[in-house]
Each structure stands twice: as C-alpha cells, then as structure tokens.
C-alpha cells in the first residue's frame, strides 16, 4: 500500500497506472487529508510531491515521524536535483523520484523502501 500526497491529478492517476493492481495506491491533495488516512490505517510508503500549496515534503516528514510506525517518505519532484536529493535525504526521507514518473524506476523505489519497512 502507497499513500500518494499531491494536488496534481496526474500524479495520483500515474501511479495508479504504474502499480495497477499489484499496490493499493490511497490519495490525499493536502497534509491534513494525508493525516487523516494515516491515522485510519499504517501506510508504509508515502510518495510526496515536493510542494503542497502552503506545505512542503518537509511538514509530511515532521508530521509523519509522530506516528507510532512512521512510514517511508519518497519526495517526487520535476526539479529532483542534486540540492533535493541531500536535503531530503539528511532530513530523513527514503529517497527522491524525479517527474514525470518512470514506472520501472517508480516500482524498484517503492519495493526497496516497503523490504526496509517491513524490516
């Protein structure tokens, strides 16, 4: 299962594409819409898109590191450069996808991050 936080369509509509039926894909276009599912039930990956109108990534994380099995955070982003990717990573997310969305790169981040969950 993948908790997908964006306020772009496609983006939610892609990674329902990309997974099919191998991965229930769950939307939320805010934090606090975000927050509301997890609260309902553990998610163990979160694809993130790097802006959320007044949030960021960055209040997902804070948010997220809160819950009692945090999940995996995956900052996706058009600008997925180099400042992106250390940021993200030294603050503790799992990783970064660039966009548009490669499925094969897409499927191998999120199998990686649900084995490291899992374990």
């Known amino acids: 299962m993948v908790l997908a936080i964006s306020t772009a369509d496609e983006d ?17 276009d805010s934090l606090q819409a975000a927050l509301a599912v997890l609260e309902e039930q553990p998610v163990p990956i979160v694809i993130c898109e790097r802006d959320l109108g007044a949030h960021t990534w960055k209040h997902v994380l804070d948010n997220i590191a809160d819950l009692p099995n945090p999940p995996l955070l995956i900052v996706a982003s058009r600008l997925a450069d180099e ?11 799992y990783d970064v996808l660039a966009k548009p969305f490669d499925g094969d790169e897409v499927v191998r981040t999120v199998d990686a991050a649900r084995r490291r ?3």
């Open 12 to 28: 939610h509509s892609t990674l329902e594409e990309i997974f099919d039926d191998s991965t229930d894909v769950l939307h939320a």
């Open 83 to 93: 400042y992106l990717w250390a940021e993200a990573l030294n603050l503790g997310a």
């Open 117 to 119: 969950w899992t374990n």
